[in-house]
């Protein structure tokens, strides 16, 4: 059996516990109604072999706070103090590779009535060791989903809200059997929204565009930082709708997101994309991407939290 990629302390109720101890009643009302809200924020193995590089995590703390603000979650956090929180939890598991830490709020009342107000709201943590998830060198396979992705008066896409990702796996579930690696979802005006778990880019004539963050999407930390890196590198952007025929004339288009990081894409819907590898645009992008989450640049210094634990563990 392959080893778990768990990572042995988590964050749960107030405070670090191994990983087994840190459990839930099967009445909670997260479990039965999917109120929930979490992040997904990725640690990188430092070129140097012993720090861990959290990409942009006063962003995904901010966001999570948002989602929870959605939940009317009432919790005794800050942005600050759940940085801190998540950052002890990774000097607890001192990683010696790249993880993914999980930060979620939750719901806790066991409680039948589907309601927000005036529940008990917990926050808990994991993490595991993750390196790629999908190939990011070579292209992947999109196809357009007939799942339409839930528009912003059915459940608000841009909070990563537990119960709405089971819009997301219909899409994904669908796409996978019909042989492709990731679905794209139009939403409710037949407008490209997004991947299942990332954002989508295209490239056309030089211009790199983007669904608006009004296009029931989530609103993307990756997404936000390559916009970034575009309009530093004089890469004209644009954010606007997107209609499914302008996939089948891009000249490059990625996914990006913290899981999947950045991916090409090689074919939508068995169309190839540009000649099939990588594009330009892509590669640039992708290359400074990595080297600010590896530490080999100092650009964008400012994303990254920096966390020695075992310096921390031995002080
Ligand atoms: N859209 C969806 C539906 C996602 O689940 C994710 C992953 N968090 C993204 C986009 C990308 O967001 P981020 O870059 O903040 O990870």
């Not at 516990?17 to 929930?36: D, M, N, R």
Request: charged residues 20%.
């Amino acid at each position: 059996m392959a080893a778990s990629p768990m990572l042995a302390h988590a964050y749960f109720e107030g405070q670090i516990v191994p990983f087994g101890e840190a459990k839930i009643s099967i009445g909670t009302h997260a479990l039965q109604y999917g109120t929930g809200a979490f992040a997904g924020i990725r640690g990188y193995l430092d070129a140097d072999g012993e720090t861990i590089n959290i990409f942009r995590l006063p962003d995904h703390a901010t966001r999570l706070l948002n989602s929870a603000k959605l939940l009317r979650a009432n919790l005794p956090f800050d942005r600050e103090s759940l940085a801190d929180t998540i950052v002890s939890l990774v000097e607890a598991n001192a990683p010696t590779g790249d993880v993914y830490i999980r930060p979620f709020v939750y719901k806790s009342s066991v409680q039948l009535t589907p309601r927000l107000k005036g529940m008990d709201d917990e926050l808990a943590i994991y993490m595991l060791s993750l390196g790629d998830y999908l190939d990011t060198s070579q292209g992947v396979k999109a196809a357009v989903a007939s799942w339409v992705r839930i528009p912003d008066n059915a459940i608000p896409g841009r909070g990563k809200l537990s119960g709405s990702y089971i819009n997301s796996a219909l899409a994904k579930d669908e796409v996978e059997e019909k042989g492709a690696d990731e679905a794209i979802l139009l939403n409710t005006a037949g407008k490209v929204s997004e991947g299942s778990g990332c954002n989508l880019f295209l490239v056309r004539d030089g211009v790199l565009t983007t669904s608006p963050i009004t296009g029931d999407i989530l609103e993307g930390i990756t997404r936000r930082s390559f916009l970034q890196f575009a309009s530093d590198e004089g890469i004209p952007t644009e954010q606007r709708e997107i209609d499914r025929s302008e996939l089948y004339l891009a000249d490059e288009a990625f996914f990006c997101g913290t899981g999947i990081q950045v991916a090409p894409i090689a074919s939508i819907d068995g169309r190839p994309i540009g000649n099939g590898v990588p594009g330009p645009i892509t590669a640039r992008l992708r290359d400074i991407f990595f080297a600010i989450v590896r530490g080999q640049s100092d650009r964008y210094g400012h994303w990254v939290t920096h966390v020695r634990p075992r310096v921390a563990v031995a002080r």
